[in-house]
């Protein structure tokens, strides 16, 4: 008796132990991913990599890996390409998942220093990534899923791009929209106006200090939202929001109900209800939206009222309020009486404009049909197919909305800071995982070669390659610019004059009066296409036209053409047969038209030369007129 009182009672504690420990090892799991997302948020990330550089300091296996990705990207911790190299290659034999993508990522931008092909470099990438994914990395699933994008397997690319949605989606906001106005190295390539630099913050914060209404309801919206430099504060923003609301601000009452009926935000009393009615009796119909939320979920004191909530809601979707149409569509979701094509309909507006959980709502819908139509004979393959990529396209929205986005932001910092090759290493992950900002940033880095990361110019012209062929697959004109210089001057891959004038006018096609400058060079001489100066004196036209930029560039090269024609027409020269092989002033990355095209050194030149003949001629003139 007294054996088996003792042997139960092992097992007790054998039983509580085991229940102390699984309950610390979920609270560590949770604590690794917070640390893990905090490293792309570029304020938090020193805290993040503190976190797990104590777990792995105890022998964290985990924590370890984590930290390869962060000493690759540089995040919270100095850059370290090659410590990320030794310490991700010695982790992938016990597992570590992000040791797999770091490895993966080095493989496939060749940093690893083994000489292999880049065919054999991309599939042990992609043997990385896949092992990655299989242990619930969702970056690695990205990576993963784009690759069978791109073979054409839309199946297995719904399976992680699904994956990666359903690890991100618990912690986007409801109010969440896909980011649209990323920040460029190059001014340039910035089509984005009334952007507000961290100056313009201060000097903004500043007027709202002395009592600008104005001024305080935008100071509140960027701090609600977070600028490079300016950590997000949403108690900041509800000070500044509660000072324009005193000035009787109506867009101020409906964004602090908004953030408050979202946040629990201590020691700050508001009445949301009356706030909301004030705006709209004011004339502010964005309040129907919030008033709708309100009612949808109930709030304090305000008991949930679904007809009032229904009725607030189709008026916000009726003034085209994005939120209306997803919140209406959550009310006929839940609906017992049914609501669901309503609710896709109004979810499908929505994602349109980029609304998250809208598009993450529908992509749930399409794979329960595909599922739902596995077994359904009338479930065409070409009706499963369109079903497969839409729900594809939807995932990926969703998947790239993930905290990573974070690291463009970071990844500009950084760039600004003097720090190109964090800057650089960055801009090629966020590539990797698709974000277009992304293409054209590592471009423009590697084309500068002061990234610090690359050795040799054949290396980097082999990885701008790929990231401006990437640029131009998104429909971006400057990749196909960068794409047609690139095959013009033979850098990375072999001289193709055919192609280069390809991409030149791919580029013009999109709107470019560089690669149609470009282009019009190439048929005024007959290069890769054959020559036509009547249609090249078009083309220069057509290109002064789509750029202010572009005129003085236009009207030079359209004075030396008319030069060339005069001198082969009076002199029965052929100009255009002579090889003018003289140095050229291009740089290859490109800031100006005059700098930023095939146009030798003797077109400057000689064109200096007919000014200045013109200008003599003109003087002796006016002095045989005074002479008379």
């Given at each position: 008796m007294r054996t088996m009182r003792s042997d139960i009672g092992l097992i007790i504690v054998l039983i509580l132990a085991g229940s102390v420990y699984g309950g610390e090892l979920t609270k560590w799991q949770n604590q690794r991913e917070d640390a893990v997302f905090a490293l792309f948020r570029p304020q938090d990330a020193s805290q993040g990599a503190l976190l797990l550089q104590e777990a792995a300091s105890q022998g964290n296996a985990d924590a370890e890996s984590d930290l390869t990705l962060a000493k690759l990207l540089g995040m919270g911790v100095p850059q370290d390409i090659e410590a990320a190299e030794k310490s991700s290659s010695s982790l992938v034999?016990?597992?570590?998942?992000?040791?797999?993508?770091?490895?993966?990522?080095?493989?496939?931008?060749?940093?690893?220093?083994?000489?292999?092909?880049?065919?054999?470099?991309?599939?042990?990438?992609?043997?990385?990534?896949?092992?990655?994914?299989?242990?619930?990395?969702?970056?690695?699933?990205?990576?993963?899923?784009?690759?069978?994008?791109?073979?054409?397997?839309?199946?297995?690319?719904?399976?992680?791009?699904?994956r990666a949605a359903l690890a991100v989606i618990p912690a986007v906001p409801e109010e969440m929209m896909m980011q649209d106005s990323p920040r460029y190295v190059w001014p340039e390539d910035d089509e984005f106006e009334g952007r507000m630099t961290l100056d313009e913050f201060h000097f903004v914060e500043l007027m709202a200090q002395h009592g600008d209404a104005d001024a305080a309801l935008k100071t509140a919206v960027f701090l609600y939202r977070g600028l490079p430099g300016l950590p997000r504060d949403v108690r900041g923003a509800v000070g500044y929001l509660r000072q324009a609301v005193k000035e009787n601000s109506t867009s101020a009452m409906v964004m602090l109900s908004s953030i408050l009926l979202r946040h629990d935000i201590p020691d700050v009393e508001e009445d949301v209800l009356g706030l909301l009615q004030t705006a709209l009796d004011l004339g502010e119909?964005?309040?129907?939206?919030?008033?709708?939320?309100?009612?949808?979920?109930?709030?304090?004191?305000?008991?949930?009222?679904?007809?009032?909530?229904?009725?607030?809601?189709t008026q916000g979707v009726m003034h085209g309020f994005t939120e209306a149409f997803y919140l209406l569509g959550k009310l006929y979701e839940e609906d017992s009486s049914g609501g669901s094509d309503e609710a896709i309909a109004l979810w499908h507006v929505s994602a349109s404009v980029g609304h998250v959980p809208s598009a993450f709502r529908i992509a749930e819908r399409y794979w329960q049909e595909l599922h739902r139509g596995a077994a359904d004979a009338d479930n065409t393959?070409?009706?499963?197919?369109?079903?497969?990529?839409?729900?594809?396209?939807?995932?990926?929205?969703?998947?790239?909305?993930?905290?990573?986005?974070?690291?463009?932001?970071?990844?500009?910092?950084?760039?600004?800071?003097?720090?190109?090759?964090?800057?650089?290493?960055?801009?090629?992950?966020?590539?990797?995982?698709?974000?277009?900002?992304?293409?054209?940033?590592?471009?423009?880095?590697?084309?500068?070669?002061?990234?610090?990361?690359?050795?040799?110019?054949?290396?980097?012209?082999?990885?701008?390659?790929?990231?401006?062929?990437?640029?131009?697959?998104?429909?971006?004109?400057?990749?196909?610019?960068?794409?047609?210089?690139?095959?013009y001057y033979g850098q990375g891959v072999p001289q193709d004059l055919t192609l280069a004038f390809m991409y030149y006018n791919n580029a013009s096609?999109?709107?470019?009066?560089?690669?149609?400058?470009?282009?019009a060079q190439m048929v005024e001489w007959g290069e890769g296409v054959a020559q036509n100066v009547t249609k090249a004196r078009e083309m220069y036209e057509e290109a002064a036209e789509?750029?202010?930029?572009?005129?003085?560039?236009?009207?030079?090269?359209?004075?030396?053409?008319?030069?060339?024609?005069?001198?082969?027409?009076?002199?029965?020269?052929?100009?255009?047969?002579?090889?003018?092989?003289?140095p050229s002033l291009k740089d290859h990355g490109g800031h100006?038209?005059?700098?930023?095209?095939?146009?030798?050194?003797?077109?400057?030149?000689?064109?200096?030369?007919?000014?200045?003949?013109?200008?003599?001629?003109v003087a002796l003139r006016a002095i045989s007129v005074r002479n008379r």
């Open positions: 034999e016990g597992g570590g998942a992000r040791a797999h993508t770091t490895l993966g990522l080095l493989l496939s931008h060749n940093l690893t220093g083994t000489e292999m092909t880049e065919e054999k470099r991309q599939s042990q990438a992609l043997s990385h990534y896949i092992i990655a994914a299989m242990s619930n990395d969702p970056i690695a699933q990205i990576l993963a899923g784009l690759h069978y994008l791109k073979v054409g397997d839309c199946d297995a690319a719904l399976q992680y791009f699904r119909k964005s309040a129907h939206a919030y008033l709708g939320l309100l009612y949808l979920n109930g709030f304090k004191d305000v008991p949930k009222n679904l007809a009032k909530a229904k009725i607030h809601l393959a070409v009706f499963a197919k369109a079903l497969c990529q839409s729900a594809v396209s939807l995932y990926r929205e969703v998947a790239l909305s993930g905290d990573w986005h974070y690291l463009l932001e970071s990844a500009y910092e950084d760039y600004v800071s003097g720090h190109a090759g964090t800057a650089l290493m960055k801009y090629l992950l966020m590539s990797d995982l698709g974000y277009p900002s992304a293409h054209v940033n590592a471009g423009r880095l590697l084309d500068s070669g002061n990234d610090g990361i690359y050795n040799t110019e054949e290396a980097l012209h082999q990885q701008a390659m790929k990231v401006w062929q990437k640029a131009a697959d998104t429909g971006t004109a400057t990749g196909y610019v960068r794409l047609g210089d690139l095959h096609m999109l709107g470019s009066a560089h690669g149609l400058f470009n282009a789509l750029s202010e930029d572009a005129h003085v560039p236009m009207a030079l090269a359209l004075l030396k053409l008319d030069l060339f024609l005069c001198l082969n027409a009076t002199l029965g020269l052929d100009l255009y047969a002579v090889d003018w092989s003289f100006s038209f005059i700098v930023n095209t095939s146009m030798p050194a003797w077109d400057i030149i000689l064109m200096a030369v007919l000014a200045v003949i013109i200008t003599v001629m």
